[in-house]
């Protein structure tokens, strides 16, 4: 019995733990994971959000805040000059949490659409951004096809979809796809950033994660397996530029995934 009055747990339940946790880790498959559970998730992280590191909220690292502040950094002086965006710019922003990229855009732009399916996030952004073009709407990118063409919205002729895919079973990320020649205006310009299973595939179901003390479920694909997507579903893109996000090796703390993006372009 330890001093607090309860027992340490035994190598049987440790051992035990880990045969589930391995179970949760599902390496090469393709399953999908439960939506309303990702929800579940993501409806917590709201309530980690403190103005001196406001990104931990969506980009994680609780117990490493400055190492959250430096991976924004990197991502925004390595990807926001090739995004060359300007006055005529119509950016839509997939995913755009607490509106951490357009906490980033600081020149004027024609316009800006944040989309995030959590309500907590939104309202957070739109406290943060209250820029006259700025605007942000509480949805799930699945549904943004019909919420565009209901609205009458012009295609966007940038688009930033970073760390969202991965909480989208394969279908939906086709989908997705499928719809940007739609959305997206001719010479439009997509900047796409994901974390990606270095080695192979990687699903978490019902996976309990210490670092973030909740119940993680998420979907780590290939870099290939993203390319091969992209050529099938969405011909008419050109990928411009691809790789590992961070050049420094410290920014990446994760030995299984790392933080890949890609720069495609529509060529009619």
Not at 59 to 84: C, G, S, W
Not at 92 to 103: E, Q, S, T
Not at 122 to 150: H, L, P, W
Request: aromatic share 12%.
């Amino acid at each position: 019995m330890s001093k607090f009055g309860r027992k340490g747990k035994s190598w049987q339940e440790k051992f035990a733990a880990e045969r589930k946790n391995t179970r949760l880790r599902i390496k090469g498959e393709k399953v999908d994971i439960d939506y309303s559970k990702t929800k579940e998730f993501f409806d917590s992280r709201e309530n980690k959000y403190n103005e001196e590191h406001p990104y931990v909220t969506t980009m994680y690292q609780d117990a490493h805040p400055q190492l959250t502040d430096e991976r924004n950094r990197a991502e925004v002086e390595k990807i926001l000059p090739l995004l060359e965006l300007g006055s005529t710019s119509r950016i839509l922003d997939l995913g755009c949490g607490i509106g951490r990229w357009a906490d980033a855009i600081q020149c004027g732009v024609e316009g800006y659409l944040g989309v995030d399916f959590s309500k907590g996030f939104i309202e957070i952004a739109k406290k943060r951004n209250r820029k006259s073009t700025f605007e942000f709407v509480q949805m799930s990118v699945c549904d943004f096809g019909e919420y565009f063409r209901t609205h009458g919205l012009q295609p966007f002729n940038r688009l930033i979809a970073a760390g969202i895919l991965i909480y989208l079973n394969d279908s939906d990320v086709e989908a997705l796809f499928q719809l940007l020649p739609e959305i997206l205006a001719p010479d439009a310009i997509a900047y796409l950033r994901e974390p990606v299973g270095v080695q192979e595939r990687l699903t978490l179901r019902d996976f309990f994660s210490q670092e973030l003390n909740h119940d993680y479920h998420t979907i780590y694909r290939t870099a290939e397996e993203y390319c091969s997507i992209m050529k099938k579903a969405a011909p008419d893109f050109k990928i411009l530029q691809s790789g590992f996000l961070f050049d420094r090796p410290q920014l990446n703390n994760r030995q299984e995934t790392s933080q890949y993006y890609y720069l495609i372009k529509r060529m009619r």
